[in-house]
């Protein structure tokens, strides 16, 4: 991926934890993206309709409304969202659940912050690839 590509990328993380959000936005916004955050499901769904990102990194476990349900209002709005689950839960039933809801990947807490790093860059090229064979 080139510089070019990833600056016009724009990655949405949603996840209730703060700590997480600031790692991830310093981390790829080194990375050349454009990141942009929300605490909780509500609010992920609101940033995702505003900012139509070519990636989502989402946490599975969130007060109100979960990765579930998040990923379920995303994929009734553009089923083309690339989105990857995080999860500190070793839950197979949802991430099992999750991928056939429409997720690309899932993501284990602790995780390699680059190993995030070039999911979200095999993502957003596959996102291209995607929009170039559709148009």
């Known amino acids: 991926m080139t510089a ?3 600056a016009k990328s724009k990655v949405l993380v949603i996840d209730d934890q703060p ?6 936005t310093e981390v790829l916004t080194d990375e050349g ?4 955050t929300a605490g ?12 139509n990102p070519a990636v989502i990194l989402m946490d599975m476990k969130m007060p ?5 349900e998040t990923l379920q209002e995303l994929k009734a709005m553009r089923q083309e969202d690339r989105v990857i689950m995080m999860t500190a839960y070793g839950e197979l039933e949802l991430v099992n659940q ?4 429409g997720a690309y ?5 602790p995780f390699d912050i680059m190993a995030v790093c070039r999911m979200v860059a095999e993502n957003i090229a596959g996102c291209a690839a995607s929009r170039l064979m559709i148009g």
């Open 4 to 6: 070019t590509t990833a």
């Open 40 to 51: 909780n499901g509500y609010e992920g769904v609101q940033r995702a309709k505003e900012v």
């Open 105 to 109: 990947a899932y993501i284990t807490k």
């Open 19 to 24: 700590g997480i959000r600031r790692l991830l």
């Open 33 to 36: 993206y454009e990141v942009v």
């Open 64 to 68: 109100g409304m979960d990765g579930i």
């Open 98 to 101: 999750a991928r056939e809801m």
